[in-house]
C-alpha cells in the first residue's frame, strides 16, 4: 500500500474520532482525487435510510470542485478501523469512478484494490440502457392489459 494510501486511512480515522461520536454518525470516509486533495465525509444515520459516508464524502469532493477520484476508505467509530463498502457505495464507485481503488482489509494487511475486484459479475447502469431512441410521447397512458379479462367491443 501507497504512503498516500496509509495517510487516507489516517485521515478518516481522525474524521471518525472526532465526528462520529452519536448514534447518527458510524462512519467516517476519506476520498482522494488525482490532484492530491483529499475530501471527508460522515454517513447519516436515520430509520428511513440515509448516505453512507462514501457518498457524502463524494458529494463533498464535487462541491469543490473535484474532478476524478483515485482512492477512498471507510472507517468505523469506537476503533473499529477500515470497513469494506456496502453494496450499494460499491455500485456507485464503479459507476462514477469505475478506476478508483478501495481500501479494505484487516488492520495488519490493508490494501487498496480497484472497486471492479469488488463487484464481481458486477451489473454496469451504462452497459444496460437501451440504444434506441426512447419512444415519443403521446400524453396517453395505455390501457393495460389483464389476464383472463376479456376487452370489451368499446374497447
Not at 452519536?22 to 482522494?32: G, L, M
Not at 475530501?39 to 448516505?51: I, R
Not at 456507485?92 to 481500501?103: G, H
Request: glycine fraction near 10%; charged fraction near 20%; charge should be neutral.
Amino acid at each position: 500500500m501507497r504512503d498516500t494510501d496509509r495517510a487516507l486511512v489516517q485521515a478518516a480515522t481522525a474524521v471518525a474520532k472526532l465526528r462520529c461520536r452519536s448514534d447518527n454518525h458510524t462512519v467516517a470516509a476519506a476520498v482522494r482525487s488525482t490532484d492530491g486533495r483529499v475530501f471527508s465525509g460522515v454517513n447519516v444515520f436515520h430509520f428511513t435510510g440515509g448516505p453512507c459516508a462514501e457518498v457524502v464524502a463524494i458529494g463533498a469532493a464535487a462541491t469543490q470542485g473535484a474532478g476524478e477520484l483515485e482512492a477512498i476508505v471507510a472507517v468505523g467509530d469506537r476503533g473499529r478501523g477500515v470497513i469494506p463498502p456496502c453494496g450499494r457505495c460499491r455500485q456507485v464507485l464503479l459507476d462514477y469512478f469505475p478506476s478508483i481503488r478501495v481500501i479494505v482489509g484487516p488492520p495488519d494487511g490493508l490494501r487498496a484494490v480497484p472497486v471492479a475486484d469488488l463487484l464481481p459479475e458486477t451489473y454496469v447502469w451504462a452497459d444496460q440502457q437501451p440504444e434506441t431512441p426512447a419512444a415519443p410521447r403521446t400524453g396517453v397512458w395505455p390501457m393495460p392489459v389483464v389476464p383472463g379479462v376479456r376487452q370489451s367491443a368499446e374497447d
